[in-house]
């Protein structure tokens, strides 16, 4: 079963954060991150990640007071201390100056360290859309993946997100990990005692499983495409291209100096990468060239006639429309129930009663 919330948790999420100390201008910048999330259907990046944001704060592992600082800038670059404030705090700031910078220059490329966990990267490259621009948003993250012939995580999934417009308000948004899978993913069917398709993981010696158990326990995800017969040093190639914007590039951690996922025994000091472009600045036409790319990949004839070719965004868009014909966000009620645990502990009104429920 899932319970449906009707617009009710933002306002949940901020005050679960303020109730820990946030400033309320940032507990609203983490609400709306995570809820576009939960909305485009990221439901790993939503909500269900509240608490770790909560326990960031309420440990001071993460500050709560200051703002991001620009350290040094020319006209279409920056890099920005995150001062080690929450992710969205420090990604609306850069998304901000990068697309400032990319109205008077034409592009901004702004660089952060300093910073945390910032969602789903597609919510920073997609501010460049209202603008009419082209957006890209990067991050680095703890070690989760192994390099092809390697054996040990030292790359983070790594997302990497481009966001450009197309006429009469489409777009082009890819929103992606540069691993095979999520560790959720893996997770998920760990504990329902199911086999994970070959290319997911590895073992503690680097070799290929199905066992989610010997991912977990000493493995590792591997990169987009799995093994390196199946062109997984690419992926690799792409996580190591994250890196050198974020983590290298900002003068953050980086590789396995990131702190272990979960364990927040030392502040994360990730470093993230926040680009704007402005199409005004080259060739006219873009938007017109957009739509035509994406309507030629539309509108083949796809080799399942009820599997539509998509482009990326659309599956994401295709669940902004069911969660509007529903009224809300449908989430399931084992984390609804697990989040009003979370808010009890802190002094905090329920989410929902949950006396609303509809079928999964």
């Known amino acids: 079963m899932s319970c449906k919330s009707v617009h009710g948790s933002p306002i949940f ?67 920005v201390d995150g001062k080690n404030l929450l992710g969205p705090v420090v990604g609306n700031f850069c998304m901000n100056l990068a697309l400032k910078k990319a109205k008077e220059v034409g592009i901004g490329w702004v660089v952060a360290h300093g910073s945390n966990h910032f969602g789903i990267a597609g919510y920073y ?22 390099p092809t012939r390697g054996k040990e995580c030292t790359l983070g999934t790594n997302p990497i997100s481009v966001a450009a417009p197309a006429k009469d308000g489409d777009s082009f948004v890819l929103d992606m990990a540069t691993s095979a899978v999520a560790l959720g993913k893996v997770e998920l069917h760990e504990r329902r005692g199911d086999p994970i398709p070959e290319g997911w993981g590895c073992d503690a010696q680097g070799k290929l499983t199905t066992d989610p158990k010997r991912v977990l326990s000493g493995g590792g995800l591997l990169p987009i495409g799995g093994s390196e017969a199946t062109g997984g040093y690419k992926g690799y190639g792409l ?35 926040f680009v704007a472009i402005n199409p005004e600045n080259f060739a006219p036409g873009f938007s017109d060239r957009m739509s035509d790319l994406l309507s030629i990949q539309r509108g083949m004839a796809p080799c399942d006639p009820d599997k539509p070719v998509l482009a990326a965004g659309d599956p994401e868009r295709i669940n902004i429309k069911k969660c509007e014909e529903m009224g809300g966000i449908p989430y399931h009620i084992n984390v609804v129930k697990y989040m009003n645990e979370c808010a009890k502990r802190i002094g905090v009104s329920l989410l929902l009663p949950c006396d609303n429920l509809i079928p999964n």
């Open 239 to 273: 996580g190591m291209m994250v890196e050198v914007f974020c983590g290298i590039l900002a003068g953050a951690q980086y590789s396995k100096h990131i702190r272990t996922w979960k364990v927040t025994d030392r502040v994360a000091n990730l470093g993230q990468c």
């Open 125 to 146: 490259s997609k501010q460049a859309l209202k603008e009419n621009m082209i957006g890209m948003s990067f991050t680095n993250s703890s070690p989760l993946v192994v």
């Open 13 to 79: 999420i901020e005050r679960c954060m303020t109730a820990v100390g946030t400033k309320p201008h940032h507990a609203r910048s983490l609400a709306e991150v995570l809820v576009e999330g939960d909305h485009r259907g990221h439901y790993s990046h939503g909500l269900n990640r509240m608490d770790m944001y909560v326990k960031d704060i309420q440990t001071g592992i993460c500050e709560k007071d200051g703002e991001p600082v620009i350290e040094k800038e020319s006209a279409a670059t920056a890099l």
